[in-house]
């Protein structure tokens, strides 16, 4: 079998558009994470794989009860938390909030499991400009195949005033 040049660098060509639209959609629309680690237990279980989008992130639309991916604001990894408060919202016990309410442009994630959760309880609340995705559907293991979100990106709700 000959190679000839031509064949060689059509093959180049695209790989490099597969590698380019890989990485617009990774950036821009949405993601594949898998997850690891206790602190969404029982919604999200070690090694649990699920789609991810940026959408409602990027058109402000993640709700109170979404799961969204932040990046720490303690070492920039990105972990997936529950968000609970929106800015301005008040909280009732939390130390973190001497005035008992998130500030504006933050918002305030926790673990499903909290005991076992390092979150804004520990860190306090987050800028929006940290949240990253928004988990809506879990494709591995596919016994536990469905959908985390029961809105779409396009969907505004009365608490969209943040993000």
């Known amino acids: 079998m000959t190679v000839t040049k031509s064949t060689f660098w059509r093959t180049v060509r695209r790989c490099v558009y597969v590698y380019c639209g890989i990485e617009v959609i990774g950036t821009h629309v949405g993601e594949l994470l898998y997850c690891t680690g206790v602190s969404m237990h029982p919604t999200i279980l070690h090694g649990d ?52 309410r998130v500030p504006r442009g933050h918002s305030f994630v926790q673990g499903d499991n909290t005991m076992s959760s390092t979150d804004s309880r520990i860190f306090g609340p987050v800028p929006d400009g940290l949240v990253e995705v928004r988990l809506v559907l879990r494709i591995w293991p596919l ?21």
């Open 49 to 100: 794989l699920v789609i991810a989008e940026r959408l409602s992130v990027k058109l402000g639309n993640v709700h109170r009860g979404d799961i969204v991916g932040v990046l720490s604001p303690t070492d920039g990894s990105l972990i997936c938390k529950r968000l609970t408060h929106k800015q301005l919202d008040r909280i009732y016990d939390c130390e973190l909030l001497p005035k008992g």
């Open 143 to 163: 016994n536990r195949f469905g959908w985390m979100s029961n809105h779409w990106f396009w969907e505004k709700s009365e608490d969209s005033s943040s993000l």
